[in-house]
């Protein structure tokens, strides 16, 4: 919608859009007489979300984000307005109000003191403990909850009352101050006292739930973590103990320890094995070889049985001091299996030089030298054979540790495993606890909620709000009429104006008429429909000197697609048009309101013809006139002959057809649908080639019709001469 059609909508519709709202404000006026005087009381109270030290509070400490402060303070207001805070305060305000016997300004004023004994009667006694407000309120819940219909319910769901929590949540405002750590709370209520203890409860009542709602958010964090801590430990104790019953069985003190150990002293050794590996080998060659140059001898010596068994007796003795030496036995032993090595040896010595008396060998060598050398060599061989077979046993006892430790390694790492793991829960459990605790102590220390301003009694009510609600009801009865008068003008689907018209009739305009029951000043549409009356003439000759014809009258159709178009007067007014023009106008009519007329000169003549059969065949105008009314068509210029309407009447083809022009007239309040679609083309067939059809657009609002006749003048003083006397000499010129 276009400023211009908002202007004339407004204008349109100005004297609706004044009078409405002034009736809606007169009657909101007299119906907000006797609104109750309205007191109300304040409080600030403290919360330290968004700057409070805690516990957790300092330098490396994250600072809170906008979202999260915001939602704290969202969670604190939820507190203040829930059903349970406003519920609690509704029965302290209760209680207080029971135990009162007298009216009492700074809490119950008369009026309401005496509405509540005339309420609570027989009940009161069940419900007050003389003296006793905790009570008192103890007795008041039980009793609300003994049923679902008692006089406490009733009085908390009403939708009016001191006590109605719809009441108290509508009168409560809670809001943060700005972006600081303080929220406003605001209690209105017809009663100062009322208004001054419920602010008083609405605080007591939200601190402290909302001290227990955030010490609870960390009560079952701690009993799930001191659970879960303890089901740990039990684990972790469980698994230790595994791994030292698992040390008990297999004798393992520290198994890597001992493991080490093993392959120190077997690596130790495997390096002893091969060094006296290696002796022994050389002793055995250095006896082959002194053997070699005692000859025969040797073979005596060796089978000397005497010789034999000492021989045999000092390996065993020693194999036995080696092995004592390498097992670390005590001194004492070892001293003792030394001095046995040692007399075997000096007995060996003195049996050898007792049975060989032979002094040089083959190199001439004397014999006691070479029989020292192969002495010494093999009690040398015996030894180092003796110790080779002392770490021959020891290699077989490592194989059996090996055996035996191999196995374990993974036991005692699946063991170790074990115990790692449920270290290392028990340790994050036992963070995870510590954290929780911490957290406890900050919220406790933290959320201590303080009461800066603490309400006062309201001496003064507020100011009555009886002429905001007129004025209010004024401009929103004002808007929401205008709204209607938009909406209705944006979704009116009738056709209007010309510009329109021509866009869904397609056909060009003839002229139009204004709606004569308009609110328009008569003098402005008289004036309005003669120019439109010129224009409609003009139109007319324009038409008729384009398409110049033999014969000196034209005859003219008006029809319409529906009935009540008003195409009778517009014809009618066309021919006295003419007629003041000084032509010779012939009008033909069905309307049963025209009568057959002629003037004075003869140049106006209107007829009246029945519809009959002789309508659908009538070829010129003089078929649809009866015998006693034929007429010299010669005599007048304008033969203008009016159709009956074409969707409830058959179209006289030949008189159509034989038409220089024809005008539909259509009515502007009205739509353009489909069927007027189908009955225009079904006429158009009829028309032909020669007959033009044009549009004669009827009842148009004023204000529609300035694109063709202009600016009209207002009804002012100036003006009104000149419209008396431009109405005076139509009425002249009309009769």
Known sequence: MSFVQFLRVLTKNLKWLIIFPILIAILVYFLTGKLPREYESGTTVYTGIASGYGITSGDDAPRADYFTINNAFDNLLATVTARQTLEDVAVKLLAQHLLLEMPDPLILSEKSFTDLRNTITDERALMVVPGNFSATIEKITRYKNSSTDNIVVRLLSEPKGHYS??????????????????????????????????????????????KSLKGSETVNVLKWFEARLKDAAAELNNSENKLKDFGIRNKIINYYEQAKAVAIENETNETDYYKELMAYEAHKRAVARLEDQLESREILLRNNAELNRLRKELGVAHEEYERAKIYSNSPEKISKLATKVDAIKQEIRLWVLQYYSLNNTIESVPMNIVLEGWLKE????????????????????FDRKYNEFSPLNMQVSRLEREIGVAEKQYLEILHGYHLAKLRQQNIEMSNNLQIMDSPIFPTKPLASKRMLLVILSFLASFFFLLVYFIARELLDTSIKTTTRAEELIGLKTFSALPNRNSASNSLQLGRMENTLLDYAVSNLKIELENNPQSSNNYLITVISSREMEGKSYAAQKLAEKLYQLDYSVLFISNDDNIEDAETDDRKLRTLRYDITSRLFSAK????????????????????????????????????????????????????????????????SKAAGDDNKIMLWLNQVEPEDLENMVGSMPRKTKQARPALKQEETEMEEATA
């Open 620 to 683: 010129t105008e003089e078929n649809l006139l009866p015998e006693f009314s034929r007429v010299n068509r010669n005599a007048f210029n304008f033969i203008i002959v009016e159709i009956p309407a074409i969707s409830i009447n058959a179209i006289p083809n030949q008189l159509i057809k034989n038409s220089r022009l024809s005008l539909l007239v259509v009515d502007a309040r009205r739509s353009w649908t489909a069927a007027d679609e189908n009955i225009m083309k079904l006429f």
């Open 378 to 397: 093999v009690l040398a061989m015996d030894a180092s054979e003796a110790r080779l077979q002392v770490y021959i046993d020891r290699r077989k006892e």
């Open 165 to 210: 929590l719809s009441t108290i949540n509508k009168n409560l405002t809670a809001s943060r101050k700005s972006s600081s750590d303080f929220i406003a709370l605001t209690y209105k209520s017809d009663d100062p006292g009322v208004c001054l203890n419920t602010l008083k409860f609405i605080t007591e009542v939200f601190i402290d739930k909302y």
